[in-house]
């Protein structure tokens, strides 16, 4: 698959993307209340702040919530409200039926990048989403770069919300062209932030935490490539710095990567490399240097420089119930907001920790069933973390053809809230969790998502059950079998 986008499909993409910044303009011209509402995760906070800021900068009146999906409890305040215009970031493509039926006369606008499911034909919606037009809205465009390209469509003074949308698209982890590039659709965001004189790009160490970690810390951390003797254990990390005579502090402060010079960054990258090699692990050299996404106007060793940094951040502030301080962040607040960010991140840090001890505190918190893994972190693992917590199994678990489902109790609903995960591998051999979750249909309860993401909801005492049809469909996709063909997976 080339990096570039194809220019028809692009044009085709774009000319929807218009369509929508139409209706939005129009809403505006008429001084219509327009409603916002968008996912609780990264990208789903950066699709929100672009609309909003692009709003904002056109003296619209609007107002924006985030949540975790949409459904007949939200419909029905919506049509309480009546606004002008609904307008829905990074989902929404999985909602036609549900959003024709419940509010059959609502002009709505939905900017995503999830496997649609069925055809939208309600005059009322008009949908952008990359799938229409034979793009991967899993690798190639997130719901913030379909929400940036549609308020570039609106205004051209808008391409200044390009970095916002690299955060979204990379806490998607859609950098998953050679050595962690952006690609596609994508490159329409770098290219735009690059002109506006906002981004960076570099080949670097990819290492998380370049500008905020002590080195020795960022080392120890990272599992991608795993680091053998090194990965998990920060006093071995620190003599391995001391070895390549790395000073870890400059005066009273620890250096972070981005601080170190290039002949030691040189130096550091040869020895890790032969480190690698010495352990039989030649492949992985290649994952120690990946594209680094550096924002110029930010201030240094802050979670803003670097873009990936930055996703983190603002999944923090969605998953902790505090998506309005992602959003104030993005928008430009680096105050307040910005503060309490820092503060709901450590939070954040803690309790993924806690989560994933408590996992593998009993072996039998985590069951491996014939085609699946399963995790259920009932009402222990907080349902808005649970995701977080399946991306970071699923990079630890011994079988990468066997995807993961973990769920836990959303309190009061009665329900669980289901979040899956996959590998490339598992993709390649014909595994689209997207069709997985929607056994969650039959149940009572809604799933779908990407192929290698997918999530969902089902009665608790349907949980069971679920898990039972989701091995079964996972196993019949390993044999091939025609498991409800999907025109746009
Ligand atoms: O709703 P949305 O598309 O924004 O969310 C995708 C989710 O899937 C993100 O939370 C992202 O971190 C996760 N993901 C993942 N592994 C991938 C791709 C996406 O865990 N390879
Ligand atoms: O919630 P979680 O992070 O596991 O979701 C993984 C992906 O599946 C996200 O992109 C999310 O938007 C999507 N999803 C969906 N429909 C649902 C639940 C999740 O498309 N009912
Ligand atoms: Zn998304």
Redesign the pocket.
């Known amino acids: 698959m080339p990096q570039e986008p194809d220019p028809t499909d692009t044009q085709n993409f774009l000319k929807d993307a218009k369509a929508a910044a139409q209706v939005i303009q129009e809403t505006i011209q008429n001084d219509g209340f327009i409603h916002i509402f968008s996912?609780l995760?990264?990208?789903?906070i950066a699709a929100a702040a672009i609309i909003s800021k692009a709003l904002q900068r056109q003296h619209a009146r609007y107002r924006a919530r985030i949540t975790q999906w949409v459904d007949e409890k939200i419909a029905t305040e919506i049509q309480a409200d009546k606004p002008e215009l609904l307008i829905l970031t990074?989902?929404g493509s999985g909602y036609l039926e549900l959003l024709t039926q419940q509010l059959p006369n609502q002009k709505i606008v939905i900017l995503d990048?999830?496997q649609p499911t069925g055809t939208n034909q309600n005059p009322n919606i008009t949908q952008v989403n990359p799938h229409l037009h034979n793009m991967d809205?899993?690798t190639e465009a997130?719901?913030s770069t379909v929400t940036y390209l549609a308020v570039k469509e609106l205004h051209p003074q808008n391409t200044d919300l390009s970095p916002t949308a690299i955060v979204?698209a990379l806490?998607?982890?859609?950098d998953?062209y050679n050595q962690r590039q952006l690609g596609r659709l994508n490159t329409i965001l770098v290219q735009d932030a690059q002109k506006v004189g906002l981004l960076k790009v570099e080949k670097d160490l990819t290492f998380f935490g370049r500008e905020t970690r002590p080195i020795h810390k960022t080392l120890s951390s990272t599992t991608n490539p795993f680091l053998p003797g090194l990965s998990g254990e920060e006093d071995k990390s620190l003599a391995f710095l001391s070895s390549l005579n790395i000073p870890l502090k400059s005066s009273e402060k620890w250096r972070s990567l981005s601080d170190l010079t290039e002949d030691e960054k040189k130096r550091l990258c040869s020895a890790l490399a032969e480190h690698l090699l010495s352990k039989g692990l030649h492949y992985e050299i290649t994952n120690l240097i990946g594209h680094i996404y550096t924002f110029t106007a930010e201030e240094p060793s802050t979670p803003l420089r670097d873009a990936r940094e930055f996703a983190v951040l603002l999944?923090s502030t969605g998953r902790m119930d505090r998506p309005s301080l992602g959003i104030a962040v993005c928008m430009g607040d680096r105050k307040a907001a910005l503060q309490e960010s820092n503060q709901v991140l450590e939070d954040y840090r803690k309790s993924i920790s806690k989560y994933l001890n408590w996992v593998w505190e009993k072996p039998e918190r985590l069951k491996e069933l014939e085609n699946i893994y399963v995790v259920n972190g009932e009402d222990f693992v907080s349902e808005k973390i649970i995701?977080?917590i399946?991306?970071i199994l699923?990079t630890s678990l011994p079988n990468p053809q066997k995807p993961l489902i973990a769920y836990a109790n959303v309190p009061n609903e009665g329900l669980a809230k289901l979040s899956s995960?996959t590998t490339d591998m598992a993709i390649r051999k014909g595994i689209n969790l997207g069709i997985v979750m929607r056994a969650a249909e039959p149940l009572g309860g809604k799933g779908g998502?990407?192929n290698?993401?997918a999530g969902g909801q089902v009665p608790i005492d349907k949980a069971d059950e679920f898990v039972k049809a989701a091995n079964d469909l996972v196993g019949k996709q390993l044999r091939g079998e025609n498991v409800e063909s999907d025109n746009n997976s």
């Open positions: 996912h995760d990264a990208d789903g990074d989902f990048h999830h809205g899993a997130s719901g979204g806490g998607d982890m859609q998953r999944n995701g977080t399946s991306s699923i995960r998502g990407h290698i993401a």
